[in-house]
């Protein structure tokens, strides 16, 4: 089996960072695309920002320029750098990849972390 374990939300003012981490680990043979997805309370889970194995990056048009996706391919570690926080950044924020277990290696199985916390306080 696969696990994916974010850490890093909590509670920030307007303008200030944090930093989100996401680890894999379990039976990996690879790792394809990386993501990190957002949920606002009321609202329905939406893309922030991806990265491919290669270190492509696409973002959300809403984020583009404040948060920056970056990974850790030998660790199976995926980061979300988030600057210049808004109050609307507020949000579960989920991590996402799609894996390729050890015991079946030709299959692509998109795996979703528990979700971390990121309040923006006004």
């Known amino acids: 089996q696969v696990q994916l374990v974010e850490s890093g939300g909590g509670l920030v003012q307007a303008g200030g960072s944090l930093r989100l981490s996401c680890a894999a680990s379990?039976?990996?043979?690879?790792?394809?695309?990386m993501r990190w997805f957002c949920q606002a309370p009321g609202k329905q889970r939406e893309l922030v920002a991806a990265?491919?194995?290669?270190?492509?990056?696409n973002y959300a048009d809403s984020v583009n320029g404040r948060f920056t996706i970056s990974r850790d391919n030998a660790k199976n570690t995926v980061y979300l750098q988030m600057n210049s926080l808004k109050p609307e950044d507020t949000a579960v924020y989920y991590c996402?990849?799609?894996?390729?277990?050890?015991?079946?290696?030709?299959?692509?199985?998109?795996?979703w972390g528990q979700g971390t916390q990121v309040t923006v306080s006004s």
């Open positions: 379990g039976s990996i043979f690879s790792i394809n695309v």
């Open positions: 996402n990849a799609d894996v390729r277990d050890k015991r079946s290696p030709r299959r692509l199985s998109p795996q």
């Open positions: 990265i491919t194995s290669n270190g492509s990056t």
